[in-house]
């Protein structure tokens, strides 16, 4: 089965991941490939009996509560620390069993340990005092070296909060990294998956040296990583801290990482000035493109949002991806495909969203203070 897949991804990046074109040259080849249907691979994808043996009874779409109406938390539904305490925890753990022995595969997984293993700064006994706005300016510093390519900050909120967890901190700092192109373009072959591994460990990395920057001058701060659940999910905070917009394949898609990005956070209660939500209008690019969609596998993207715990969102059929996602040890073939990640394209799509949208404004003509009926 693993033999068939991998002559499959060859075909797949063929087909899916071309070279490179920023510019003007990689924003037309961005909109084709928003329009034009690919022949996908791994179509129709047959699930190994052996993993699909066990599956629960539950399903994980009813889980995470697509269909739902009205609010409520998120449940752990997969990557829970221990797997006997979720319902999918046998599948989590077939997941071990896939490409055991990929060298790309350990490799990123001693160096993210290494990072994982690294203590945090002892806390200070007396708290630095700055103004709110130096604090949050302070997290440029970090960007500039490297540490992460983007940060945020917003007030804690306790929905983000997975049912029964809770926090005494006030604020979440949210870092994002970014995945190396042409190694996430690999998907699903462990080159990806190693990737992918790298960048959790830069994710960890970049959430213990902010702690241990607000420790070091007096201020608790509680680092929180990736891939698995800890108390609280990421994508809320982050999308309410300015990194971009929910893109169809369910992660953000921000303007200059694409949806090829991880995410850690810090929780602390030192004083921060928020960072703001931030619109580009990706959302409605999504509705009108249909890449990452014709990519996956497994047919999981759905073409229109679906309400998920009271509110109408983008969603990934867990269902259907889970399989897949457990066979190749990791996908990621929705992200890489997108034609946000391609390096240089997003600034220019940002900008023909912009003129779109102004020229639709200065066709609608000035608001009429007297029309009530708006």
């Given at each position: 089965m693993?033999?068939?897949?991998?002559?499959?991804?060859r075909?797949?990046?063929?087909?899916?991941?071309?070279?490179?074109?920023?510019?003007?040259?990689?924003l037309?080849?961005a909109a084709?490939?928003?329009?034009m249907?690919?022949?996908?691979?791994?179509?129709?994808?047959?699930?190994?009996p052996?993993q699909?043996?066990?599956?629960?009874?539950?399903?994980?779409?009813?889980i995470?509560?697509?269909?739902?109406?009205?609010?409520?938390?998120?449940?752990?539904?997969?990557?829970?620390?221990?797997?006997?305490?979720?319902?999918?925890?046998a599948m989590q753990?077939?997941?071990?069993?896939?490409?055991?022995?990929?060298?790309?595969?350990?490799?990123a997984?001693?160096?993210?340990?290494v990072?994982?293993?690294?203590?945090?700064?002892?806390?200070?006994?007396?708290?630095?005092?700055?103004?709110?706005?130096?604090?949050?300016?302070?997290?440029?510093?970090?960007?500039?070296?490297g540490?992460?390519?983007?940060?945020?900050?917003?007030r804690?909120?306790?929905?983000?909060?997975?049912?029964?967890?809770?926090?005494?901190?006030?604020?979440?700092?949210?870092?994002?990294?970014?995945?190396?192109?042409?190694?996430?373009?690999?998907?699903?072959?462990?080159?990806?998956?190693?990737?992918?591994?790298?960048?959790?460990?830069?994710?960890?990395?970049?959430?213990?040296?902010?702690?241990?920057?607000?420790?070091?001058a007096?201020?608790?701060?509680?680092?929180?990583?990736g891939?698995?659940?800890?108390?609280?999910?990421?994508?809320?905070?982050?999308?309410?801290?300015?990194?971009?917009?929910?893109?169809?394949?369910?992660?953000?898609?921000?303007?200059?990482?694409?949806?090829?990005?991880?995410?850690?956070?810090?929780?602390?209660?030192?004083?921060?000035?928020?960072?703001?939500?931030?619109?580009?209008?990706i959302?409605?690019?999504?509705?009108?493109c249909?890449?990452?969609?014709?990519?996956?596998p497994?047919?999981?993207?759905f073409a229109?949002?679906?309400?998920?715990?009271?509110e109408e969102?983008?969603?990934?059929?867990?269902?259907?991806?889970?399989p897949f996602?457990?066979?190749?040890?990791?996908?990621?073939?929705?992200?890489?495909?997108?034609?946000?990640?391609?390096p240089?394209?997003?600034?220019?799509?940002?900008?023909?969203?912009?003129?779109?949208?102004?020229?639709?404004?200065?066709?609608?003509?000035p608001?009429?203070?007297?029309?009530?009926?708006?």
């Open positions: 693993l033999g068939c897949l991998q002559m499959q991804t075909r797949l990046r063929t087909s899916f991941n071309q070279p490179s074109k920023p510019g003007l040259a990689g037309a080849f084709k490939l928003a329009r249907p690919k022949p996908n691979p791994f179509r129709p994808f047959i699930p190994d052996e699909m043996a066990l599956k629960p009874e539950v399903s994980g779409n009813a995470n509560g697509l269909g739902e109406q009205e609010r409520r938390r998120a449940k752990v539904v997969y990557w829970a620390p221990d797997p006997d305490d979720i319902p999918h925890g753990k077939w997941f071990y069993s896939v490409r055991p022995d990929a060298p790309a595969l350990l490799k997984r001693a160096e993210r340990q990072i994982l293993d690294r203590p945090l700064a002892p806390l200070a006994d007396s708290k630095q005092d700055r103004a709110p706005e130096d604090w949050t300016a302070g997290l440029d510093s970090f960007v500039e070296q540490v992460c390519e983007k940060t945020g900050v917003a804690l909120q306790a929905d983000w909060f997975y049912e029964g967890k809770s926090s005494d901190f006030d604020w979440i700092i949210v870092l994002g990294v970014e995945h190396d192109y042409d190694e996430i373009s690999k998907a699903p072959e462990p080159e990806a998956g190693g990737e992918v591994i790298r960048q959790y460990g830069r994710a960890a990395g970049a959430a213990k040296a902010v702690a241990s920057w607000l420790r070091a007096g201020h608790e701060a509680e680092p929180v990583t891939p698995m659940a800890g108390a609280l999910t990421l994508i809320p905070p982050a999308l309410a801290c300015g990194f971009g917009e929910l893109g169809k394949h369910g992660s953000i898609i921000n303007p200059q990482m694409g949806a090829s990005f991880r995410l850690s956070a810090v929780l602390t209660s030192a004083p921060f000035v928020p960072t703001p939500h931030q619109e580009f209008g959302d409605a690019f999504c509705q009108n249909r890449v990452c969609e014709q990519a996956c497994p047919d999981a993207l229109d949002k679906q309400w998920v715990r009271g969102k983008w969603y990934v059929d867990f269902d259907r991806c889970l996602f457990n066979q190749t040890h990791g996908c990621a073939i929705c992200i890489a495909v997108c034609p946000w990640s391609r240089g394209v997003g600034a220019n799509l940002v900008m023909k969203l912009a003129r779109r949208a102004q020229r639709a404004a200065d066709a609608q003509g608001e009429d203070p007297s029309d009530q009926t708006r």
